[in-house]
């Protein structure tokens, strides 16, 4: 049965991005996200109509016409699934999980799967 309730756009050109979209997309048993990469027609549709900046570097989380970047996006995602590890990232301050989220993004090259550098 499908519940799809949110949407999430990621990094597809990211092998890193896109290693953690598919760990995450296998965890979601009730099938409740729609995983969509950012660079697909249907994203730019997503974007366009939701009048979102056209190069958010971030992972994007969509549900009711709203939407979470960065570190709250990642957050909700977790909440999503039910991974308890959500509990420890909110001991911090958003600022201090989008700045370590933003680190992250700047040197993913690091991690060896990604193209962008």
């Known amino acids: 049965m499908n519940k799809i309730s949110s949407i999430v756009l990621y990094d597809n050109k990211c092998g890193f991005c896109t290693k953690i979209a598919n760990f995450l997309k296998k965890k979601d048993k009730e099938n409740t ?3 969509i990469e950012i660079d697909s027609k ?3 549709e997503i974007i366009l109509k939701l009048k979102l900046e056209k190069h958010i570097d971030s992972i994007i989380y969509i549900k009711r016409n709203n939407h979470l970047i960065k570190s709250a996006a990642v957050i909700e995602i977790l909440k999503i699934l039910d991974y308890k590890t959500r509990f420890i990232i909110q001991l911090f301050p958003v600022s ?3 700045f370590i989220y933003d680190k992250i993004a700047a040197n993913r090259y690091l991690f060896n799967t ?4």
């Open 114 to 117: 990604c193209k962008i550098k």
């Open 96 to 98: 201090f999980c989008d």
């Open 33 to 35: 996200i729609k995983w």
């Open 42 to 44: 249907k994203a730019k």
